[in-house]
């Protein structure tokens, strides 16, 4: 570093020779004993730094253009404050540095650029002129290092402190690095530090004071660890703030990144109509608070699927049950008992006791608005009106009508839906049956609950018991749907032809209310006041032009049909008129009374016999009565002697019960041979066969057991049973009769068959209460206790 002085400064040489200092050598210069002073606002240069100045001010200007003109050298000394303009020598700090001027460029608007290196620090000693910019006598400053331990140690602090600095710190070049790793002269090191160290002016100036090197490196020792610290700190909580950034912000960002190339592959192009037509739609379900929010869950997940993914059907199809179901509309209940009743009597013949039933609880709806529906169970054979009678509840209740028929249904999930991460899963027939009522409060038939199976797939009727459970149904849960729904305001209708088969659980939810079938007079009546209208209607005949009187009603009901319900009746009606509306429609003729001897031309020969008696023509044939899922029915038992040792042989397709009732009866019948007059060799000679006709069918119960033992007793003593005579109950080995279930349709059966006496166990006296009028007075009832009763009666 040499400096080319002018003449004029060369004059001033300032003679003081710097300390010897080894390593230092090269910078051993000359310096004038005066130097121009530029003062500087806002920085503090060091030896060896390098930096651009800005010059604005008049007197600065001409000051750097005598510098360059010179020896290019001037001091550089920092203000006391930055806000003094055209300061003088006593607003300056009294230390600075000799700087040289590299470069100067001016520019067009008078300001003038130039770059500038320190090269020593020095001290200003006294003004030597003011005008037109300071110059002043200078006192150039050694620095004073000692070679030891304790500067070594502090130097290699230093180094490594700011090494660490630069690395944490995103201001400063990692050139420096570099720079600080060949840099052993403790005196350059500080100084390059503190000129990038982000330290207050204050604290520089006095860094440029101290010319002792252990000083420096004792004060930048605490200002590197503070800036350590200071970035470590802030990098600490960048981590932080980032991860938590990425925790939350992942998903959107991957979703935004998917939005966006969906734009770019142009699907998801229409989800945004869609999307906010399905808003609107939310909006306007009414859907109570869980269901709102899932279904706005979802909303937001379809968003983000693309239209033509099998993904995006699956979501909207969840949203659209989500807002298709009635949550929150229901119809308004007509109470109005007259008018019920009216439609009920219109609807149906007879069956007070579901009428009644039925206007009750529309009376205590009255009272109470939120009545839970009760859950009627409607027991009978098939054709007695338990379905039709369901709707014609809700017709009278005004009320929307479903209907579901279980028969059949072995999974649960028929019931309560397939989860949604099956492809095409669905929600059960419960919420189905619902959205398609469009209200919570339908009447819901649940038909033929008698029929519903259970296998590996699950117990359906386990589904049904919430479903029918009161305190369970408020909110039931589908699984596809899988928001609780209110099934408290549904009115359950439940049928069954028989109760056997029904769970107990279940049974004991529901209200049984039983439709025994009809007597023939009933039937007359309701042929006459409800089908046939009903039939002539739908074939589009007036009275006038087909009539069917009531005589012909009666032959078509006791020769045509044999059942408890009306349906078949209903079907023969339908099928006179048919051909009388043909033969109508032909020109054969234009009105039509049909007369009893008529059916045979229109709907063949009779297809029912009722003289039972014909059958009974010799000993060992009896008359039971069974109850059966369609109903009563008379039951022909037929017993025969073969040769053999004494077996019994039973065929029919007899179930268990039935024969160990056949059993219990020729035990009986053996152990009172004697009383009977009965040769006991004949039991040893002979096998019993006895057979039960209609042998496909198959026939269980223990009601059969006085008849089997009537039927062996008249086989073993020769007697005939009584014509026109029927019986039914349960025998115990000692003999006594016990009651039996089923006797309102086995009396109506016996009474189809023109039965005209009946033997009852005594116990079920009480049953004949609800038999109709019509039937005891035309048949005749006698109550038994014993066995030994039972044949003193029958056999003649
Ligand atoms: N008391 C009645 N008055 C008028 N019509 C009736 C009466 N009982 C039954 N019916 C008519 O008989 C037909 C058969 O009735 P429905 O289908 O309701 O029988 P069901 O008891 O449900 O039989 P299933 O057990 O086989 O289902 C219907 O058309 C119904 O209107
Ligand atoms: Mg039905």
Redesign the pocket.
């Known amino acids: 570093m040499s400096d080319s002085s002018s003449p004029k400064n060369s004059s001033k040489e300032n003679g003081s020779t710097p300390k010897t200092n080894p390593e230092n050598v090269h910078q051993e210069t000359v310096f004038p004993a005066s130097l121009p002073v530029l003062p500087l606002s806002d920085l503090v240069v060091f030896p060896f730094m390098v930096a651009p100045l800005l010059i604005t001010s008049k007197a600065s200007t001409q000051l750097i253009d005598e510098v360059v003109a010179n020896n290019r050298l001037l001091a550089l000394v920092l203000q006391k404050n930055p806000e003094t303009e055209d300061p003088n020598v006593k607003d300056l700090h009294t230390h600075g540095c000799i700087a040289r001027v590299l470069k100067m460029l001016k520019f067009p608007d008078e300001s003038v650029r130039v770059l500038v290196q320190g090269l020593k620090r020095v001290k200003l000693t006294g003004l030597e002129s003011h005008e037109p910019f300071i110059r002043a006598r200078i006192e150039p400053m050694e620095d004073r290092v000692e070679q030891n331990i304790e500067v070594e140690a502090l130097t290699r602090n230093a180094s490594k402190v700011f090494q660490q600095i630069i690395s944490l710190s995103p201001n400063l070049p990692d050139e420096l690095k570099v720079a600080l790793f060949n840099m052993e002269d403790p005196s350059k090191l500080t100084d390059l530090i503190a000129t990038n160290l982000n330290l207050p002016l204050a604290d520089k100036q006095k860094f440029l004071e101290t010319t002792d090197v252990k000083e420096r490196l004792k004060n930048l020792a605490s200002f590197l660890q503070k800036e350590l610290d200071v970035l470590q700190l802030g990098s600490e909580i960048q981590n932080r703030v980032s991860s938590a950034l990425s925790k939350n912000q992942r998903e959107y960002f991957l979703r935004e990144q998917l939005r966006q190339i969906q734009k770019e592959l142009g699907d998801g192009e229409g989800s945004g109509g869609d999307v906010k037509e399905l808003r609107e739609r939310i909006e306007k379900a009414g859907l109570p608070e869980e269901a709102h929010k899932t279904a706005i869950k979802e909303l937001d997940r379809l968003g983000a699927i693309p239209m033509a993914s099998a993904e995006y059907s699956v979501s909207r199809t969840y949203l659209d049950w989500i807002i298709g179901m009635p949550w929150s509309v229901s119809t308004e209940d007509n109470l109005d008992i007259s008018r019920a009743r009216k439609i009920l009597d219109a609807?149906?013949?007879?069956?007070q006791k579901v009428k009644e039933r039925i206007l009750e609880h529309l009376a205590i709806l009255k009272l109470k608005r939120d009545k839970k529906g009760p859950i009627l169970c409607?027991v009978?054979?098939?054709?007695?009106?338990?379905?039709?009678?369901?709707k014609s509840i809700a017709r009278a209740l005004g009320r929307k009508f479903v209907r579901i028929s279980l028969g059949g249904v072995r999974d649960e999930a028929e019931i309560r839906g397939h989860r949604r991460t099956y492809i095409g899963a669905l929600p059960g027939r419960i919420i189905q049956g619902l959205r398609k009522s469009e209200s919570n409060n339908p009447v819901f038939m649940l038909?033929?609950i008698d029929k519903v199976g259970s296998d590996f797939r699950g117990d359906p009727s386990s589904a049904l018991l919430e479903v029918l459970d009161p305190a369970q149904n408020t909110t039931f849960s589908d699984h596809y749907l899988e928001l609780p729904f209110d099934l408290s305001h549904v009115l359950f209708i439940t049928?069954?032809?028989w109760l056997d088969t029904v769970p107990p659980a279940l049974r004991d939810r529901m209200e049984v209310i039983e439709?025994p079938g009809?007597t023939e007079q009933?039937k007359l009546r309701?042929g006459a006041?409800?089908?046939v209208p009903?039939q002539r209607e739908e074939h589009g005949l007036t009275p006038r032009q087909v009539r069917i009187p009531g005589a012909t009603l009666k032959r078509l009901i006791s020769q045509y049909t044999r059942e408890a319900?009306?349906?078949n009746?209903?079907r023969e009606v339908a099928s006179l008129y048919r051909k009388a509306g043909r033969r109508i429609v032909e020109g054969k003729a234009s009105q039509l009374t049909l007369k009893p001897g008529d059916l045979d031309s229109y709907l063949g020969p009779r297809k029912f016999f009722a003289d039972s008696a014909e059958r009974i023509s010799e000993p060992g044939i009896a008359i039971g009565l069974a109850w059966t899922p369609a109903g009563g029915e008379i039951l022909f038992i037929e017993a025969a002697l073969v040769k053999g040792k004494g077996n019994l042989i039973l065929t029919g397709s007899l179930g268990e019960v039935m024969q160990e009732s056949a059993q219990a009866a020729f035990s009986y019948v053996k152990s009172h041979a004697r009383s009977l007059k009965i040769d006991v060799e004949m039991f040893e000679k002979h096998d019993v066969h006895i057979h039960i006709p209609a042998g496909a069918a198959p026939k269980d119960g223990p009601s059969a057991g006085v008849t089997l033992a009537v039927v062996l007793a008249s086989l073993f003593t020769g007697r005939k049973v009584r014509p026109y005579m029927a019986m039914t109950g349960e025998i115990s080995l000692r003999g006594k009769v016990l009651p039996v279930g089923g006797v309102k349709e086995k009396t109506l059966a016996a009474a189809r068959s023109g039965i005209k006496m009946i033997l009852l166990p005594e116990k079920n006296k009480r049953d004949l209460e609800e038999v109709p009028a019509e039937i005891r007075r035309k048949l005749k009832f006698t109550p038994i206790t014993t066995v030994s009763e039972a044949l003193k009666l029958a056999l003649s």
């Open positions: 609807d149906h013949y007879g069956l409607f009978g054979p098939p054709g007695v009106g338990k379905t039709s009678l369901g038909d033929e049928t069954a032809n439709l009809y009933e309701i006041k409800y089908l009903r319900g009306v349906r009746l209903e």
